[in-house]
């Protein structure tokens, strides 16, 4: 197989036949951009993943990050990976043009930085931490903050980070305790520690510049009292870098994806730590939410490229390996087949095909979403942002979730060789199984979702997303092999339209408890709700493409993923009806339950 961790006709057929990317070139920020350009980005993309970071692949898993004597030490491909990144602009390349970047969609570079991620997650993720927080400082910070810290970080020589989580505040943001003093001097006195900080010390770069969470001395409590700081292991001073009295006071040994460090940190021990405050004081959450969000598709992204790479294991794996006969033979003297030839195993495969394709289609259509939002026009961009403000956790969470289901099918087909470290299954196992937890974790999701995206602006996004699957299904209607699907589709989207309502009112009567208690559930419905729509989407372009006749190796691809496609609605959707009988019952069973019933 010449492909070991993706497909490259399958990125081109979700960008260009269903995404309709080109269309984004109509826009005046995308303007200079066209297919040539967006295939040029795309080839140079997929060659950096064969040629540097999939031959390090097992390296970086093997041979992880050490902390030697306060410094974190980790493998001379990430250095190569952040200077290539650096030199062809790939840090800065949705940026504008006088900030140093290229104008890519965002669609486009999501298609290459999963090109990186599938070939190795976990180098890939040093890239996307130091554009984030590159952005941050550019969308809030002062001119001196963007102009001391931005150019070195888009560079590949600085690396960035978030810095959210400490030992007493993990998902509850509200409790972080890390603390500010003010000076007088334009910057404040840091202090504290942060824990789980990924890529957040590393001998690969000059320096690391953290997007830190504190408060203010005085701030108000909670959310409304967390400020935003630059805070760098290094500080400018006079031309010089000199050390700014934060240290890594540890290394977390993981279960996977152990190419990148996750560091705990601690600021201040000397007094000496110096923060500078992006923004307005006791804002910081709400900036700091613009790099969550995209880390939150970032993750999305992440989970459905490590399942990718664990689907093309196994496929090949399923292809080479010969172990019995058809079921129905009864000589045992003829040859073995290759175990792709059983029903088993071709449905496992089916699985992993339906959860990373279809991911990696919500999360294109989430981009193209993004772009216009960002420099699309009038109620077009009004209705992009919505609609990416509520498929967010959905499209961060379903590839995070469905990715280890996928990549544990794809290690049982492997049988006792998946269980291994002769084949990287059980690295993809491994490696996939963070995903659900960090930027948010799946329960976390849930309540934002069905807390507060579904009721955002009276529910307009629900209804404007019913409006795009609608406009779907009806094409589908048109098309008689389809038009089945489209009816099914239909069915489940009104099922979550009316879990949807019946939550809401438990809302409104006050049982806020019991409103939220199933939310991951809910989120789960919706997940399968959101896929299946983009499963029907890729199908109506395959079947059109057949319809319009297409040479053998196409007219093998189209079939598949038509083939997929039925995979998907005839055993994955039908769990929605489960999940909406549930979601339906109102006992709030796990919100009313006594916790001491857990004891022995």
């Not at 990373?356 to 999360?363: C, I």
């Amino acid at each position: 197989m010449a492909n070991k961790y993706l497909s490259e006709r399958n990125l081109k057929f979700l960008l260009y036949e269903v995404g309709q990317v080109e269309e984004l070139c109509g826009l005046p920020f995308f303007a200079d951009h066209d297919r040539e350009s967006f295939d040029m980005m795309l080839g140079t993309a997929l060659r950096i993943s064969g040629q540097l970071l999939y031959p390090a692949f097992r390296d970086l898993d093997q041979n992880p990050p050490e902390l030697v004597e306060g410094q974190v030490r980790v493998r001379p491909v990430v250095r190569q990976l952040l200077e290539q990144a650096g030199e062809g602009g790939w840090l800065s390349a949705t940026f504008p043009y006088d900030h140093g970047g290229m104008q890519l969609p965002v669609m486009v570079n999501t298609a290459c930085l999963y090109a990186f991620a599938s070939a190795n997650f976990s180098a890939s993720a040093f890239l996307g931490l130091t554009t984030g927080a590159a952005h941050l400082i550019l969308s809030f910070g002062t001119p001196e903050l963007r102009e001391t810290y931005v150019p070195n970080m888009l560079s590949g020589r600085w690396q960035g980070t978030m810095a959210l989580t400490e030992p007493g505040a993990g998902s509850s943001l509200s409790d972080v305790a890390v603390s500010a003093v003010p000076t007088g001097q334009g910057h404040y006195l840091i202090s504290g520690q942060k824990i789980f900080i990924s890529a957040g010390d590393h001998d690969a770069v000059e320096n690391v510049v953290h997007l830190m969470l504190a408060r203010i001395k005085g701030a108000p409590a909670g959310v409304k009292g967390i400020s935003l700081f630059v805070v760098p292991k290094l500080r400018p001073e006079d031309g010089k870098l000199v050390p700014n009295d934060l240290n890594t006071a540890g290394l977390f040994h993981k279960l996977g994806y152990r190419g990148c460090p996750i560091v705990q940190l601690a600021m201040g021990e000397a007094g000496d730590c110096h923060g500078w405050l992006v923004g307005e004081p006791h804002k910081g959450l709400a900036y700091m939410f613009q790099m969550m969000n995209e880390a939150r598709i970032s993750v999305g992204k992440q989970a459905t490229a490590v399942a990718s790479g664990a689907y093309y294991a196994s496929l090949q794996y399923a292809q080479e390996r010969p172990q019995g006969r058809p079921i129905a033979a009864k000589d045992p003297t003829q040859p073995q087949v290759p175990i792709i030839e059983h029903a088993d195993v071709k449905r496992m495969l089916l699985f992993q095909r339906a959860v990373v394709d279809g991911s990696l289609a919500l999360l294109l259509q989430c981009a193209k979403y993004a772009d216009l939002a960002g420099h699309g026009e009038g109620e077009a961009k009004d209705n992009a942002s919505l609609l990416l403000d509520l498929l967010t956790p959905v499209a961060k969470t379903f590839p995070s979730e469905m990715g280890i289901l996928s990549t544990s099918a794809g290690l049982q087909i492997l049988g006792g060789y998946g269980y291994t470290d002769e084949f990287p299954s059980e690295q993809y196992f491994r490696d996939v199984r963070i995903h659900p937890i960090h930027e948010g974790t799946t329960g976390i999701q849930g309540l934002d979702l069905l807390g507060r995206k579904v009721g955002m602006q009276g529910g307009r996004a629900m209804k404007l997303l019913a409006g795009e699957l609608a406009r779907d299904i009806s094409a589908a209607g048109q098309v008689a092999e389809l038009a089945e699907y489209g009816q099914r589709l239909q069915a489940a989207l009104e099922r979550l339209l009316e879990v949807t309502q019946a939550k809401q009112e438990l809302a409104a009567a006050g049982e806020v408890a019991v409103f939220l208690c199933d939310a991951t559930l809910y989120l789960e419905l919706f997940g399968l709700v959101a896929v299946a729509w983009q499963w029907l989407r890729q199908a109506l372009v395959a079947a059109q493409a057949l319809a319009s006749g297409v040479g053998q190796s196409d007219e093998a691809f189209y079939m598949g993923k038509l083939a997929t496609m039925r995979y998907f609605f005839h055993y994955e959707l039908p769990k929605a009806q489960g999940l909406a009988d549930r979601l339906g019952e109102s006992d709030g069973l796990t919100a009313r339950l006594d916790a001491r019933l857990f004891s022995d």
